[in-house]
């Protein structure tokens, strides 16, 4: 089990949660926040950098991390579904946070449609199409959000 990264022995309650979009070569990540119920793609880093990784969980300090599980069209598993829950056990391992795994059917879709409205505004530029990982990510913690494990609780105390 590889040591717990320096600075994230205690996990903080933010509200503030990282997703991950989980591919074979790229791994797309979003910053969201649980109380807004807000989402949006912060980073793509090569899958396997946990350098990269380790920072950005330093820098956010999450109190729980989102990973898309991606499924076959009739909701049955799929080899990237073993890749997805491999990478949210590890995650949860290294960094001693809570993983909710959520199905991420359509998102890439969904993804490309935004990134072509986000070129067309102007806010986003063919030279960085792989940020379309990292929208990925941002559509895994909307539906999330959009959950009842994502709803903010009503408890009063």
């Keep these: 089990m590889p040591a717990t990264p320096e600075g994230t022995d205690s996990v903080p309650a933010t509200g503030t949660l990282l997703a991950f979009d989980v591919g074979t070569r790229l791994i797309g990540l979003a910053i969201g926040n649980r109380l807004t119920g807000s989402a949006r793609a ?3 880093v090569p899958n ?3 350098p990269r990784i380790d920072a950005l969980v330093r820098e956010w ?3 729980r991390f989102i990973v898309g599980l991606p499924l076959a069209l009739d909701g049955g598993e799929q080899p ?3 890749i997805a829950r491999e990478f949210a056990r590890a995650l949860e391992r290294r960094y001693a946070r809570a993983v909710d795994l959520v199905d991420e059917r359509h998102t890439s879709r969904e993804a490309s449609r935004r990134f072509a409205e986000r070129r067309a505004g102007g806010t986003a530029k ?3 199409a792989e940020d379309i990982d ?3 990510a941002e559509i895994i913690l909307e539906h999330w959000f959009s959950s009842p ?3 903010p609780s009503s408890d009063p105390s």
């Design 149 to 151: 494990a994502g709803r």
């Design 126 to 128: 063919r030279k960085h």
């Design 42 to 44: 912060l980073a793509t």
């Design 134 to 136: 990292a929208v990925a």
């Design 48 to 50: 396997g950098d946990w």
């Design 80 to 82: 990237m579904s073993r």
């Design 61 to 63: 300090q999450p109190e």
